[in-house]
């Protein structure tokens, strides 16, 4: 079976450049989450969506960071524009509705910006 | 709201010591617990679970028992491997209105096992 798959693996960028993350959920999978990973501050929960619908993005940090779900296959999450302090590795996950809360990740994307 | 603490890393151990990491919660609800790991370069993946108290989850030569009574869900292996070195995630999940989950994570615990 094909796990949760992002791309691009890695994102070597500029500041100030438009980035764009993609994110295709487990088939079946109801709910979708974003998550960013730092050395200073962990795994940070930035966005979820439940039947494509966000339910909560109280963890998206500023404007720049937006996320769409157009359909249950695909979701991204955009970055426009880009800083440096936003280089992380960003995970997305996905779960099944009314389940017991265990996550499936991917294998993240690296970005760095310059 | 829901919490997850973990114990501070890195752990370095010797091939086939006894590993334990702490790992304590606050919680509004009757919350699932688990034990996620990270090698390298990769995603985390789920390692273990329990879904009610007094449940044990094991895998692998991990166990962790959900314990209400003291809020903790510490993770054990008798004898770890230099394969084992990783970076471990205590986290909860719990159920919100209209069936939608919540997973709260801790900050991690990086375990270093030399041979």
């Known amino acids: 079976d094909a796990g949760v798959i992002q791309s691009p693996r890695h994102e070597v960028t500029e500041m100030g450049q438009e980035v764009t993350l993609r994110c295709k959920p487990i088939?079946?999978?109801?709910?979708l989450f974003w998550y960013r990973q730092t050395m200073m501050r962990g795994l940070e929960l930035l966005i979820y969506?439940?039947?494509?619908?966000?339910?909560?993005d109280s963890g998206m940090p500023e404007d720049r960071f937006s996320a769409k779900m157009p359909n249950a296959s695909f979701s991204t999450l955009k970055i426009q524009p880009s800083e440096p302090r936003d280089s992380a590795v960003y995970f997305c996950?996905?779960?099944?509705?009314?389940?017991?809360?265990?996550?499936?990740f991917g294998e993240g994307s690296r970005l760095t910006v310059l | 709201g829901d919490s997850v603490t973990q114990m501070e890393g890195p752990v370095t151990l010797s091939e086939e010591a006894f590993l334990t990491i702490n790992c304590t919660y606050t919680?509004?609800?009757?919350?699932?617990l688990f034990w996620y790991v990270q090698y390298p370069g990769e995603g985390l993946q789920l390692l273990l679970k329990a879904t009610k108290a007094d449940d044990k989850g094991s895998n692998k030569g991990f166990e962790a028992t959900y314990r209400k009574e003291t809020t903790s869900f510490h993770l054990e292996k008798g004898s770890v491997q230099v394969s084992d070195s990783a970076v471990y995630f205590c986290a909860l999940s719990d159920s919100l209105s209209g069936g939608y989950q919540k997973v709260t994570f801790g900050t991690g615990t990086k375990l270093q096992v030399i041979p």
């Open positions: 088939s079946g999978h109801n709910s």
């Open positions: 919680a509004t609800g009757y919350p699932s």
């Open positions: 969506f439940n039947n494509n619908v966000p339910i909560d």
């Open positions: 996950a996905s779960t099944p509705h009314y389940s017991t809360g265990e996550l499936f």
